[in-house]
């Protein structure tokens, strides 16, 4: 924790050499001089510990544009959520994180950092004796195909202590994210994006749920 100027004024007290020509009382010349640096003293003291936090990207502010700079953004993935404080944040994490990988959970953790909940779907050939009547007829080109499923608008809220005076209360957008998997996806693969699916998923597990919560716990708390 910085020292306040009060503290830094006492301590240029304690500096001064003896004699009556160096008071030490309250209320005196002196002290209103030695106020007036200490003011100073404590401003850069402040400054110096503001240091501490726009050393971490994750709490950058004022320092966000030079971390920018040497992470080399923005770059021609800057989408809507860049706009903002957390998005241009989570772009710089994002970066600076990268490891490089081809796996679901690779590209999972991706979306993660720039601040989409996705997950991933990869589609297995038909083939005869392991497939049924009916599943899709999933060869050819799909075999390098996979699809990323999100909802259907991503929106990053206004949140105190992330975002910044001006901005906008809500702002959404999926353009950073299909730029950024475009960009780092296996060069012979084809992506799909499946907008609103996790949606689906969720409305249909929900719906496994209750029907198994009719079907089988409900009859056995009536028994």
């Given at each position: 924790m910085p020292r306040t100027a009060a503290e830094y004024r006492e301590q240029l007290k304690a500096l001064l050499p003896p004699g009556i020509a160096f008071p030490r009382e309250p209320g005196t010349r002196l002290e209103d001089l030695l106020d007036g640096m200490a003011q100073e003293l404590a401003r850069i003291d402040a400054r110096g510990e503001r240091l501490i936090i726009e050393a971490n990207p994750l709490s950058t502010s004022e320092l966000l544009a030079d971390w920018e700079r040497v992470a080399g953004l923005?770059?021609?993935c800057a989408g809507t959520l860049e706009t903002t404080l957390q998005g241009r944040r989570n772009t710089l994490i994002s970066k600076l994180t990268a490891t490089g990988g081809q796996s679901p959970a690779?590209?999972?953790?991706?979306?993660?950092?720039l601040g989409y909940e996705v997950n991933i779907s990869e589609f297995r050939p038909f083939r005869a004796g392991l497939s049924q009547a009916g599943d899709p007829l999933t060869s050819g080109d799909w075999v390098h195909t996979w699809r990323i499923n999100t909802h259907e608008t991503t929106v990053i809220a206004f949140?105190?202590?992330l975002s910044a005076a001006g901005e906008p209360l809500r702002t959404w957008g999926n353009d950073t994210l299909e730029c950024k998997i475009d960009q780092l996806k296996p060069a012979h693969t084809i992506v799909l994006y499946?907008?609103?699916?996790?949606?689906?998923?969720q409305a249909y597990l929900l719906s496994d749920r209750l029907w198994h919560y009719a079907n089988f716990i409900l009859p056995e708390d009536i028994g």
């Open positions: 923005p770059d021609n690779y590209f999972i953790e991706v979306a993660r950092a949140r105190a202590g499946g907008y609103g699916a996790l949606e689906i998923q």
